[in-house]
């Protein structure tokens, strides 16, 4: 495989053993036995007949190749004799026949009807051009058809996957997926319907916003003349006019939307002050920045990404240092690749092309150009390696960074893990966290110095009413520490009927057994040193000191475990602690694992759908411009998004899984969602590498058979070969970098941005524009309807009666979503892995693909 070819010969060595010769056989052996299987079971090898032995056999005609010399003369390629087909063959081979992707060399063959055997892509002859030379009909994908004028020509028959469109039977004017209309039409439809439902509501709602907004803008003003004239007196007269002229009903619908417009820019407010990024911004736009503009954008810059400035967490501080490892790895990576780019590797295709050249370059032409796939695997070799050693020194050194990091600040920081020790094993009638405290210190021998203890309750039975409890709460110290106005709230005075209400139920639930334990609790000392002191002491207590006082003392004495893993109380997803232990191992080890085979299974279903539907007929024909076609972009799309959707469920399903720390559900999700993106893309690159006309061995065949009917049909698919090699690459690439910003766009941008502006312009929709739709004339009844399915959606209640909203409300349907960490890091797995896959390609444009890794990642960053 490695020889050279015989001297003037159209042949060179093998581009795949330059690369990694074991490694390509087995990925080869591999491979090319699922695609036996896929074949052999699905019967999808249509393939083309492109046999010049069988068109030239059927005629007497013999299939070597000959080169163009110009105005219908061809010559032997070690020769420069030039005559037509007709005289060489004495007329039984009149006609010339192209070589496939190399019009430069043909072939000779007897009929018209023998041009489509021997290359399906010039299937007929232009009698106004050429009557002897086989020609492509000009119409895409058309297998066969008939020239009606000098150029122009009508399609009697489409390719395989395609049909004919446009003009009448049997002459068509064009050949497009036999789908595509119908997806067009889908998709238009679709998009009509979406439009007039929004043109609707945006007109029903101007209309009756408009009639308040103008009728107050004009009494306002009729307002502040007013008053600037008469006085106060004279203003509280007339706007109690103003109701007698506008409607009590009119003039409260404004009220309100002036509160809920208040409340819905408050709740934003509050939730904004929750985001880690955008506190820091807003420190460091407060520094000094310094004198000069560059100086305070430098300043700023350094302000916002220095983390020590924010309180972010040991986890968090960790995945920003990962970002900036990645953001250096990137630009490593686009520098090598940029510098490494060969722009010339298919130089040699586009000059083959104009037919120009003697018959000594056209022999060595296939030879150069596989001489400069051979250099070009050589240097991506060279860089691969050098890629090695220094992605894994930067590796070394950013993982020593970062355990020195956790140390440092382990030892500057103090959390509530420092302090905390965990009881496992508690008995579940033990529900007074203030007794337990009190056992604890006798118990344990500190008085005093227990700060207090917390009990991880079964809420499963009462969860709703502590969801309740906790609102009650949360929206009561947030008006008493003035974060919110009580007029953009419900009143104090509820508020603390409800409270009192609460701790009423809550000793219930305590007392009469409702609210039970789980074994989980936890026990926060008020030096380090007691909790060291403890566990020097103590393993676990007995259980006995939690018997009622006079009982008997059990046989088997229980003991509770003291212990200092995962003993920090948060990060606990308290609702699932109290999940049986079977229902929790049947959804770790038997559901997720079904369900995640069963989204695998639906992907590969969908994508192999479109693949055979749309991409396959183009692959199998030979015809480019699959990329370009509109159908096959919008179905291409949503195939991606649909990856994305199965992100998402499985993230759902790990959620759910019963996991009791956050952090183990991000492992976890991480985990599962590493190989669903994994098995999806060798499922891509597995598609775009096994197509018609791949050949997984460059090499020419044995110099015995030189000018022999087998030398001559591997000649004449020479060119061909080389052209898909090239084709692969750039397909892959294009994949590559859609793949990098459909899933960046979709995941970063659709899982933070959107949720945040959609439901903001959603609840503004409900409560500020449409909030009196039922009383419109114009469409109310319509606005209506979409508005009481809206208010559901974000968990309203009593949706069809509700007309105002408050701040709590607001903020917590503007929440921000949480940082998901297992999506990050598993595009930090991902995006990489696909870059790192183009210096395998046969591809001038991997420097694009590590160029898009790089500046997403530093959009991220």
Not at 42 to 67: H, I, K, M, W
Request: charged residues 20%.
């Amino acid at each position: 495989a490695s020889g050279q070819g015989p001297v003037g010969s159209l042949g060179a060595p093998s581009l795949f053993p330059e690369l990694s010769s074991a490694m390509v056989a087995a990925v080869h052996f591999f491979f090319g036995r699922i695609e036996a299987f896929i074949i052999l079971a699905v019967g999808a090898s249509t393939g083309l007949v492109r046999s010049a032995a069988a068109a030239a056999a059927s005629g007497g005609c013999t299939s070597e190749p000959l080169r163009v010399v110009g105005h219908g003369q061809y010559a032997e390629l070690s020769s420069n004799v030039a005559s037509t087909c007709a005289k060489r063959s004495n007329g039984a081979c009149p006609f010339a026949v192209p070589f496939p992707d190399y019009p430069c060399l043909v072939n000779c063959v007897a009929s018209v009807a023998d041009c489509s055997v021997a290359n399906p892509h010039d299937p007929a002859v232009d009698p106004h051009v050429d009557a002897h030379r086989c020609t492509s009909c000009g119409i895409t994908a058309c297998q066969q058809c008939t020239f009606t004028a000098r150029g122009k020509s009508v399609c009697n028959q489409c390719f395989s996957g395609f049909v004919g469109s446009g003009g009448e039977e049997g002459a068509w004017t064009d050949c497009v997926l036999w789908d595509h209309r119908i997806v067009l039409v889908i998709f238009g439809v679709f998009s009509a319907i979406l439009g007039i439902i929004l043109f609707a509501i945006t007109v029903a709602t101007c209309i009756g916003g408009a009639r308040l907004t103008w009728l107050f803008y004009v009494q306002r003003n009729i307002r502040k003349f007013t008053s600037s004239v008469i006085g106060e007196q004279g203003t509280n007269t007339v706007m109690s006019t103003e109701k007698s002229l506008i409607g009590e009903k009119d003039h409260e619908h404004f009220i309100n939307r002036q509160r809920n417009q208040a409340a819905i820019g408050n709740g934003l407010r509050l939730s904004l002050m929750s985001s880690i990024k955008a506190s820091s911004l807003r420190r460091a736009s407060c520094h000094d920045l310094g004198p000069s503009f560059f100086q305070r954008v430098a300043r700023f810059i350094r302000s916002s990404l220095d983390t020590k400035l924010t309180d972010m967490g040991l986890g968090l501080q960790l995945f920003f240092n990962t970002q900036q490892f990645l953001v250096v790895i990137a630009f490593i990576v686009w520098f090598i690749a940029t510098c490494a780019n060969d722009s010339s590797l298919f130089d040699g295709l586009s000059d083959m092309d104009q037919c120009t050249a003697t018959n000594i370059n056209i022999t060595a032409s296939y030879s150069q150009e596989l001489f400069r796939f051979k250099a070009h695997a050589r240097r991506q070799k060279d860089v691969c390696v050098l890629l090695w050693f220094l992605v894994a020194l930067c590796s070394w050194y950013f993982h020593l960074r970062q355990n020195r990091f956790i140390d440092e600040y382990d030892k500057l920081t103090n959390s509530a893990e420092d302090y905390t020790l965990k009881l496992v094993g508690l008995p579940e009638n033990v529900t007074s966290e203030k007794d337990l405290k009190d056992i604890l210190e006798k118990e344990l021998r500190m008085q005093g110095k227990i700060h207090g203890v917390a009990i991880c309750y079964n809420i499963l039975e009462v969860k709703e009413r502590i969801e309740e409890m906790i609102e009650h709460i949360v929206e009561y110290d947030a008006m008493r520490l003035g974060w919110i106005e009580e007029d953009l709230s419900t009143p104090m005075h509820l508020l603390e009927d409800e409270l009192a209400k609460d701790k009423a139920d809550l000793e219930e639930f305590l007392t009469s057994g409702k609210l039970t334990g789980t074994g989980l609790a936890f026990v926060v000392f008020k030096q380090q040193v007691s909790t060291a002191c403890v566990l020097g002491e103590r393993s676990g207590i007995s259980a006995h000191i939690f018997l009622p006082e006079g009982s008997e003392e059990p046989k088997d004495v229980q003991t509770i475990k003291l212990s200092k893993d995962d003993c920090e109380p948060l990060g606990l997803k308290y609702f699932d602690l109290a999940l049986p232990e079977a229902v929790l191992t049947r959804k770790r080890f038997l559901k997720i694992p079904l369900r995640m085979l069963l989204y695998i299974s639906a992907y590969t279903v969908v994508a192999q759908m479109f693949y055979y539907s749309m991409i396959k007929p183009y692959q199998d024909n030979l015809i480019g411009g699959a990329e370009s076609s509109n159908s096959v972009k919008v179905i291409g799309k949503l195939v991606l998004a649909f990856n994305f959707v199965i992100q998402t469920v499985v993230m759902i399903d790990v959620e759910r899984a019963g996991f009791i720390r956050s952090a183990l559900v991000d492992h976890i999700t991480l985990i599962w969602n590493t190989v669903l993106l994994l098995i999806t893309n060798i499922y891509v690159i597995m598609q775009e590498c096994f197509r018609e006309g791949i050949r997984w061995e460059l090499t020419p065949p044995n110099s015995a058979v030189v000018g022999t009917e087998s030398w001559w049909a591997w000649e004449r698919l020479a060119f061909q070969s080389v052209r898909v090699e090239m084709e692969v690459g750039r397909s892959l690439v294009g994949v590559m970098t859609d793949q990098i910003m459909m899933l960046y766009v979709l995941g970063e941008v659709g899982n933070v941005l959107a949720p945040v502006v959609g439901f903001y312009c959603a609840i503004r929709f409900i409560f500020v524009y449409t909030a009196e739709a039922s009383e419109n004339k114009y469409g109310g009844k319509v606005v209506q309807k979409v508005r009481t399915l809206l208010l559901k959606m974000l968990g309203f209640e009593h949706a069809d009666k509700k007309t105002t909203i408050t701040t709590r409300e607001a903020e917590k349907v503007q929440i921000l979503m949480p940082l998901l960490l297992w999506m990050e890091y598993t595009y930090i797995v991902i995006f990489p892995a696909m870059a790192f896959v183009t210096f395998y390609l046969l591809t001038d444009q991997n420097s694009r693909v590590c160029g898009w890794l790089l500046g997403i990642l530093a959009t991220d960053l």
